[in-house]
């Protein structure tokens, strides 16, 4: 463990050179927290994007929303499905877009890890939906950036990445374990740092955080164990890969603030199955 503080520092020094979000998301975000701004408003922003505005309509005329009839206008869009969700499908897709295609030879792995982040958002999604939680939009978001600290890894310290994934194939062990024994940090506190950089809500800071030790989360140890189950979860349905080939062992703090009932599980689980195919297929 004595590496582990000159390593963290390095890792913050570093940090500058992780990637920033774009412009126009983090002014839609700026929109989207400001309560006097309108619909209009935002709409302005987006409509001066193209890609934006023809991915925005792609997305929620997509059976991911199932809404009954056709959205034409963003205006339209933003009054359907809400300020929230506009944001953060934009910062979904935006994120997807950092990290796409920097390096070919590692691109099929990096593929696996947004499955994996895809199918544990779904997850997050259905788990908060059977538990009428609030905001599901914002634990989909959770779900999907939770390993972002892993995707930094593979990016941006290779060498590092190549030890760990050594490792884990040599003893079969879980890629946090492996991080931990290695680097002396794990893709958890890293995900925390670059959530911090951009400046993202506090819940979701924590969620990323603690996605391995939910009850660590504070006041958001309920939304953190949502994701920590939906990880399980879309582990046990072989959506994509996590970087190693465990599935993380259930806390047992977790399980039981969330109350599901057991026989809740497999409509659950075969609900992801359904929605994550469906996703997979537009983004
Ligand atoms: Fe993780
Ligand atoms: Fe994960």
């Not at 199932?66 to 897709?93: E, H, K, M, W, Y």
């Not at 997050?124 to 989909?140: H, M, P, Q, S, T």
């Not at 024994?181 to 995900?191: D, K, M, Q, V």
Request: hydrophobic share 45%; proline share 3%; glycine share 6%.
């Amino acid at each position: 463990m004595q590496k582990r503080i000159p390593d963290l520092k390095r890792i913050i020094a570093g940090i500058d050179d992780l990637p920033t979000l774009p412009r126009t998301v983090l002014k839609i975000t700026e929109l989207v927290n400001d309560p006097k701004s309108s619909a209009k408003d935002l709409a302005k922003v987006i409509t001066d994007d193209q890609i934006l505005t023809a991915r925005l309509l792609k997305l929620v005329n997509s059976s991911f929303y199932g809404l009954p009839q056709r959205i034409s206008t963003v205006t339209g869009a933003i009054v359907l499905i809400g300020f929230d969700a506009i944001r953060n499908l934009l910062l979904t897709t935006s994120v997807f877009d950092l990290f796409a295609g920097r390096n070919k030879k590692k691109q099929q792995k990096q593929e696996q890890f947004w499955d994996h982040s895809l199918g544990c958002a779904v997850g997050a999604k259905v788990i908060g939906n059977y538990l009428r939680y609030d905001n599901i939009e914002e634990l989909f978001v959770a779900g999907l950036l939770h390993d972002i600290g892993k995707i930094v890894e593979m990016m941006f310290q290779p060498d590092e990445f190549s030890k760990v994934a050594a490792a884990i194939s040599r003893e079969n062990i879980l890629m946090i374990k492996a991080e931990i024994r290695i680097l002396g940090y794990s893709h958890a506190e890293i995900g925390k740092l670059l959530a911090e950089k951009w400046n993202l809500p506090s819940k979701l800071v924590q969620i990323i955080a603690h996605h391995h030790q939910p009850t660590d989360a504070g006041s958001f140890a309920i939304e953190a164990a949502i994701v920590h189950l939906a990880d399980i979860f879309c582990r046990a349905l072989n959506m994509g890969s996590g970087g190693d080939n465990k599935i993380p062992s259930l806390d047992r703090f977790a399980w039981e603030s969330l109350k599901i009932q057991t026989n809740a599980i497999e409509g659950i689980m075969k609900t992801m199955h359904d929605e994550y195919g469906d996703i997979r297929s537009f983004i």
